[in-house]
Nanobody, 115 residues
Framework: VQLQASGGGLVQAGDSLRLSCAASGRTFSDYAMGWFRQAPGKEREFVASSGRSTYYADSVKGRFTISRDNAKDTVYLQMNNLKPEDTAVYYC????????????WGQGTQVTVSS
């Protein structure tokens, strides 16, 4: 499956953004979807996932919401009350439900939160 992420930008602390990730090439509903991020000088980290259940990193619980629209082959990440520490490149990823490995990745979209 091919993934195309979009929606990043430069915002101020406390603002909101919604990231989108459009999938193509395979049956979207066969995949669990996830969002990850990588800040400068840091390793890529898990943010949220949507499969049979939804999961969130502790750092974003209560502020971020992952959702998916199988009719549009798209997964979203609604980010509210953004903080400067949320600044990172955000990646969407896909994995078959039968595995724990995300093997399809989007190109990333930059989110920058100024204080």
């Amino acid at each position: 499956v091919q993934l195309q992420a979009s929606g990043g930008g430069l915002v101020q602390a406390g603002d909101s953004l919604r990231l989108s990730c459009a999938a193509s090439g395979r049956t979207f509903s066969d995949y669990a979807m996830g969002w990850f991020r990588q800040a400068p000088g840091k390793e890529r980290e898990f943010v949220a996932s949507s499969g049979r259940s939804t999961y969130y990193a502790d750092s974003v619980k209560g502020r971020f919401t992952i959702s998916r629209d199988n009719a549009k082959d798209t997964v979203y990440l609604q980010m509210n009350n953004l903080k400067p520490e949320d600044t990172a490149v955000y990646y969407c990823a896909a994995r078959y439900y039968s595995t724990n490995v995300y093997n399809s990745w989007g190109q990333g979209t930059q989110v920058t939160v100024s204080s």
